[in-house]
Every structure is written in structure tokens, then in C-alpha cells.
């Protein structure tokens, strides 16, 4: 009968000496690769039990590892008997790798202690156990202990580990921590670096123990604390990211510790000030509208693809208005347009973009008013009906900005093939004039070209099947080698109608590669 007691304060280490296990389960440690929890004819020190890696001259891979409560800046001895049971003479080699984890205690976030032993037998079916010994300065609340098998021959030859031990080494302290507050400013949008021993710098300790920063409570509350170091340990310095607009006084809290006492938390107030203003920048659009029909369009209309550097908000302010209509645009950037009665053809009005500081330059809404559209769902609100698609994936898609609505539609490819088409039948004139127009983008990660081919075919009156083609033009397509916000190219095309029913046909020739997308 074996009993062994270990004195450990604040060191949580768990069946040291492998003996409880549950389910299967070894209590209060992790293990994978090729090891066992073993009474083996080895014997173990002390108790029954042992952890016998490579048993069965299996790959030497095996790892045991379990994660202890600490306080930062303790010091830890960490005590174990490492043992080589062998029929031949030769060496094992045992890891002993002690890692500082995140608060939570599940992400190591560096490295404390990492070093090898190696340890030899000189055979005979004999076990040779060495006592191994380990001190530290634990950096976190959480600390993982992790034992691996290191070693380059597993031939009648196993590694054996027993009898983990981890105590604090040292416990008092004849003075608290003094704290004091701390106050920065930052300008808006901009963060706020602050290096060396940053908050610590006005903090002191009795015994002039070195100190490190431990954040606590929730804040900041408008924005993000990245510490100078990996973890949420640091000598003082740290980056505050305000969040995007914010203006005013943020805090968040921290306490400092020597490793043995911990002083009462304090507060750090970060002040987000205003920045120098520069001035936005306003972007030309294009629309398209049915003649006698008012257009609609919600925000953020026109100033879609307008920017501040500043990201201030942005209004929205009429310079001229169009030559052939009338429009009410709305600061937010929609804007209602109504073209004069009876007219047909290219209208504009003009803008501003403001931050209520300063304005953009003038930027120009051409709008092109159209004969009303003889082809139906053009911008592909309602669905698919009546368009038709043809060989492959052709999707309606809305995770783009359209230029009309919310929805459009997208060629899509999973490989490096073309072939992708819709089609879509209407009543025509005989004789007649038609424009086709369309707005186009090219959605991929590299710039290489795309071609596209827009057609018209004429039905046979009586009969429901095509007669001939009416007119077939290829064009190109520029990508601009980016996956968002792909800049749109209005494509127009003139033709005359041959008969009563025409069919309209735009298809994909070649250029698309996995991934892209033709909007």
C-alpha cells in the first residue's frame, strides 16, 4: 500500500501518480498518440500505476498533458520520475514542455519551459528511474504541463513516466501593489498605441518585485484592448481600437500583481477626440428609367460608392438639377426622379457628398430614360420567371450592390469551363428598332479577361420554334481583379426586329475560372 501526500497551494495538479481513473478516462490528464496508463512488470514509483509510452514497439509519439490553476509571477517546482524499462541497453528520451494559456485556459499563447531528457538503461529487464525536476515563474492563471515521448528507438525498449508532482515555491509577500489610475486621448478612428511600461509606469511595489497588468471587468465598452504581448499578460503596454465614429471617454480596468499579492483594480479613460476633417470623395453614377415612370431609388443611392476618409456619415446635397425632369433627393442618398412626359433619352443631375464639415467635389447621376422595356422581371425581383437558363449554374444572387433593385444575377463557375447562358422570349414589331441595354460586372480574384456574347433570334410567325438569327455580337469584359464591389459597365446594343417574337440571348464564351462571377 502506497501513500503520498504533496503540500501544493494554489497548484491544482491532478492524480499525479495515475491512479484514479474513471469510465476508462484518466482522471484530470490528456492524452493521445501511443501510450497507456500501465502496471506493466516494470513497477511503478510510487503506487500501481504508471504512464508507459511506446509499449509494444509502437511509433514513439505519444503525449500527456494536463493544465493547473497558477498565479501569475508564482514561482512552481514541478517534480516527476521519468523511468526506461529494457531487455537491450540504449536511450529514451522524454519532452517536458510547460506552456502559459489565455484566460479561459484553452489557447497557449508562448512557451515557458521546453526541454528534452534523455535518460538510459542499461537492459536486462530492469527499470531505471531518474527523478526529474523543473522550476518556473508561471506568466498566467492557467498553465499547461505536457510530457511527450521524444525518442528515436522503440525496439524492446519503452519509456515510463510516474509520481508528477508541482508545488508553489513561494507564498508570502510583506506589501500590496500600489496603483494608480491612467488617462490617454486618441484622435477618432485612430488607435492608440502606447508602449513600455504603459500603465504600469505610475504603479509601484513594496519590495520592487517586477509587476505585470491583468485587464478585469468588461470594458471598454466602444472599442477593443490588444495587449503589447500574446495573452491577456503585459507589461503595461497595449492598443486600443476605438470603434469606427466613436467620439468621447471610453475606459476599461486592470489590477496589478507581483506574483504574490494583487493590487485593487484601477481605471484607465481613453478619450476618442475629433480628428482633422478631410473631405469626402463622390463618385459619377448611372441609372436608367421608363419614360413617363418615376424612379425610386432607397438609400444608400448615390452614395453607395462615395467614401470619407474620416468614415463620417454622409448627406447627400443637390447641385443642379436634370435638364428634362425633376428629382427629390434625400440626404441619405435616395433620390425620386420623374422624367418630363413623353421624353426619351440621357438626363443628369449633379450632387455633392458632405460630412457636415466639408463636401466632395461635384459628382454627376446620368440617368438614361427608356422606352418602357418590352422584356419582363429585367432586374430579376421576382425570381427567375420568365427567363431561362441554359447548361449551368446561372443563379439569382444578392450579396452584391445591383444597380437597380435588390437582386440580380450571377454566372457562377466551380470549375474552368464556359457555357453559362439566359434567354428570354418578348412580342416585337417587324421592322422596328430596338434598344438592348444591360449592366455588367466581373467578380474574381485575378484580372484576367472575360467574353460574353449577346444575341437575338426570330420565331417563324405560327410556329414555336426559332427561324433564324436576327442579330450576334461578342464583346469583352475587363476584370478589375477584386471579389467585392465590382465597378459596372452599362453595355447598350441597337437591332431591328424580323418578326413578331424575338428572343433575347446573352451567354458566357470563355475567360471564367473557378470561383468567378459575371454579375
Known sequence: MYIHVVASPLASLTNGSFEQQEWGTLTGW?????????????GASPGIYQIEFNDGNR????????VVRTEPGQKYTLNFDAGVFSYVSGQQRIGV????????GSTPYST??????????????????????????????????RFSDQSTTTVNIDLLLDHVRLQQTTFAS?????????AYSTPKNTPLVVTGAGVLANDMDPESNPLVAVKTGNGPLHGSITWSVAGPFTQGGFVYTPDTGFLGADSFSYYATDGIARSEPTTVTITTTPASNVAPFGTPDQFSAD???????SSPGVLANDSDP????????LVDGPGHGTVALRPGGGFSYTPQPGYTGPDSFSYRASDGEASSGVATVE??????????????????DPWQTGLRNVVRGGIYQPTDGARLLEFQSTDDRSGQLIYQSCETDPGQSYTLSFDIAVCSSSTSPHSMEVSMHHFLPGFDYLAGLTFSEPFGLASYGGVDAPPWMRKSFNFRAKASTTSFQLSHVSGLSPGDRIL
Not at 531528457?117 to 528511474?129: D, F, I, N, Q, Y
Not at 510583506?174 to 491612467?182: E, L, N
Not at 474620416?310 to 446635397?317: P, S, V, Y
Open 30 to 42: 490528456k492524452m493521445s498518440g501511443n501510450l497507456s496508463r500501465s502496471t506493466g512488470s516494470a
Open 59 to 66: 511509433v514513439p509519439n505519444g503525449k500527456i498533458s494536463q
Open 97 to 104: 514542455t510547460i506552456n502559459d494559456l489565455s484566460t479561459d
Open 112 to 145: 515557458n519551459y521546453s526541454e528534452t531528457h534523455t535518460l538510459s538503461s542499461s537492459g536486462g529487464g530492469v527499470t531505471s528511474w531518474v527523478a526529474g525536476q523543473v522550476t518556473f515563474t508561471a506568466k498566467g492563471f492557467f498553465t499547461e504541463l
Open 174 to 182: 510583506t506589501g500590496i501593489p500600489v496603483v494608480a489610475s491612467d
Open 291 to 297: 419614360q413617363d415612370q418615376v424612379l425610386e431609388i
Open 310 to 317: 474620416n468614415f463620417d456619415q454622409l448627406n447627400a446635397l
Open 367 to 384: 440617368i438614361d430614360v427608356l422606352l418602357p422595356s418590352i422584356l419582363r422581371n429585367g432586374s430579376f425581383e421576382s425570381g427567375a
